[in-house]
């Protein structure tokens, strides 16, 4: 097992191994003071591992029960999220008790959102079970509910009491759900790990899973610890995530997450090269890399369209806009840029 301390506004460890989902009863104990617990699940996850979750509670004494949500993005809304706050009111759980969020990033997110919300706040731990959540949603206090103007536009910063990473979950995952967190990944490599995005190459991730999640949970400690609260060199963690968002609103969240981060890294570093910010084996390894791991490289959507939902971006500060470039080998950096130019690089991007 591999554990890394997170030193935000509040401390905590992410334990990353095999058998942890079994270690949830007696881990929580030593970080909840209650004992009455809600494990927040989605369909998808709820026939895998609730049971064994539960299991795992009540052998380390909690009154514990699981709530489940529709799979999908849709679930992440103002209506889900009102009937998971008031169904822990009628169960009158208290400031001292806790919310499990076991799943992926709009359990995470949305159990986040909630556990920051009910009664100013109650006990939270991130149990993800896909790598995206893994790798990045479970990590670093980020928690939202999507509105109807964009995705993540109500949420709180509220950093969890613990994260267990169990790999055995995510190998049981279909191969699509897998692929969208290696864009992930992939976006660690090329934000400031060149030597990742090479054993990304050379190894599959599934022969390398719990050092790949480890090194990018070391990644996002970093960023998170020297801006919790994404004034400054966060935003880096937004790489492609600019077109990323635009793409999965104006699918109706059909186009994954993952997926839609897989083109905006694409479309915002084949822009990049052509501006001559970057140079082309940038581009050249991020295309390997994203076709080896079955992730898409286009979309049909138009510049004009992926620009103008992005002006809902909340990194939009008046008529400025702060896009992710790539510039190195294994780097890229903030660049702040008139949202009047934003369609030129999306236009940019397109391949020729
Ligand atoms: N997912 C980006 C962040 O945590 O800042």
Known sequence: MRTIHIAASREYDVHIGPGLLDELGARAAQVLRGRNAVIVTDSNVAPLYLDR????????GFTAEGYVIPAGEASKCGTTYLNLVNDLAERRLTRADGLIALGGGVVGDLTGFAAATYMRGVGLIQVPTTLLACVDSSVGGKTAIDLPAGKNLCGAF??????????ETIGSLPDSVLSDGCAEVIKYGMLGDGKLLHSLLD???KDQMEAVIARCVEMK??????????TGRRQLLNLGHTFAHSIEKLSGY?????????????RITRA????????QDCLDVLQALLKK??????????????????????????D????????AYGESALRPVPVAELADWARSGLDA
């Open 221 to 230: 400690r970093d960023v998170v610890e020297g801006d919790e609260f994404d």
């Open 293 to 318: 791991y079955n992730l898409p490289l286009e979309t049909q959507y138009s510049p004009e369209a992926l620009a103008d939902v992005a002006l809902s971006d909340k990194k939009r500060k008046g």
């Open 203 to 205: 190894t599959h991730i």
């Open 272 to 279: 990049a090269v052509r501006k001559g910010l970057c140079p």
């Open 320 to 327: 400025t806009l702060t896009l992710v470039v790539p510039c």
């Open 254 to 266: 059909a186009i994954p997450h993952g997926s839609a981060v897989a083109i905006g890294m694409m």
């Open 53 to 60: 979750a539960l299991a795992s509670m009540r052998a380390a």
């Open 158 to 167: 509220y950093q969890p009491w613990l994260v267990l990473c169990d790999p």
